[in-house]
């Protein structure tokens, strides 16, 4: 059984304009120890599904169809409650800035400290033991418990959310673009602390991210996502060398590669669709330039082709079966 499996997940936002389908429809898995990437554009439902995973949507998100299955539980349809047991307990999540995440006015100690003590029902000085034990295995100086967010640097402070969210040794964790913001090398160094976590305690991870040089770095599958939708689904190196929907082939030649010749890369034209009026068909249609009428008026289904990935695209029809 599968760590995790989100089946048809459908996330729609309630606005003074309208219904936005910002999750329409997104199904994948993962197994114990395995590390996804959610890869694509910002505004294509990257954030929303690790929020609907974890139920952390704000009032006028819902989560309206579909199921999000851990280990057999589906978080989807359970109390709020139970939720609030399972989540930092079995699965936790870094978010993306994280001196928005943390508390500034509280100890960066006491703030860890009450994940512990509220999931584990540890004394004080017992999860202050476990706090200390948490900074050391980030490299961080556990003298340094009693500090304040605004006293660590940017790195810093993402390390202390990464040890905030193995608090209570969970076996899933989601990292909302964990190193945005953060320069080459302290990025290069918090991704391989997850890495080198993720291998030492045997944790499942789905890390958000338009970076394909950090999804190629860490990840094993990964699945492509645009217009809220799931359009390519397979592992790091089908997605990288042998892109088959066009907006992944699209994504991978945006992307410089530092070892080729020194040219400018081609961009995607147009922008994301706007989820209040989606466009009929493949959603990637209007930006295209193989579109037929058939991928204007009707949507492709998922479908594995000789390749091996799952791909949503009607050019590319062929398949294994």
């Not at 589906?74 to 399972?86: G, M, P, W, Y």
């Amino acid at each position: 059984m599968s760590l995790l499996e989100v089946r048809d997940l459908k996330t729609y936002f309630r606005t003074k304009e309208g219904v936005v389908k910002a999750v329409d429809g997104v199904s994948f898995s993962l197994q114990e120890g395995e590390v996804l990437a959610l890869v694509g554009e910002s505004g294509c439902g990257k954030t929303t599904t690790a929020l609907s995973i974890t139920r952390l949507l704000p009032p006028e998100g819902e989560v309206v169809g579909g199921e999000v299955l851990f280990r057999g539980l589906d978080l989807a349809k359970e109390s709020t409650q139970k939720i609030r047991r399972t989540r930092w307990k079995d699965i936790s999540i870094v978010f993306q800035g994280a001196m928005n995440a943390l508390n500034p006015v509280m100890k960066i100690g006491d703030q860890i400290a009450e994940a512990v003590m509220l999931h584990e029902k540890t004394a004080y000085d017992a999860a202050r033991k476990r706090v200390k034990d948490l900074l050391e295995l980030v490299e961080i100086n556990p003298e340094r418990i009693d500090q304040y967010p605004h006293e660590f640097s940017g790195g810093m402070k993402q390390r202390v959310m990464i040890a905030m969210a193995l608090a209570c040794r969970p076996r899933l964790i989601i990292g909302d673009e964990p190193t945005t913001a953060l320069d080459v090398m302290v990025q290069a160094q918090i991704l391989d602390l997850l890495e080198r976590l993720r291998r030492d305690l045997q944790m499942a991870m789905i890390l958000i991210t338009h970076d394909l040089s950090v999804m190629g770095e860490t990840c094993d599958k990964a699945a492509v996502m645009y217009g809220g939708k799931i359009v390519e689904y397979g592992t790091v190196e089908q997605i990288l060398e042998q892109p088959a929907h066009p907006y992944t082939q699209k994504l991978v030649t945006s992307f410089p590669n530092p070892y080729g010749s020194r040219e400018m890369v081609s961009s995607i034209p147009g922008v994301p669709p706007n989820l209040l009026t989606p466009p009929s068909g493949c959603r990637f249609h209007p930006r295209c330039e193989h579109a037929s009428d058939t991928c204007r008026i009707s949507e492709p289904p998922l479908r594995q082709i000789d390749s091996g990935q799952v791909v949503a695209c009607h050019l590319r029809g062929e398949t294994s079966e």
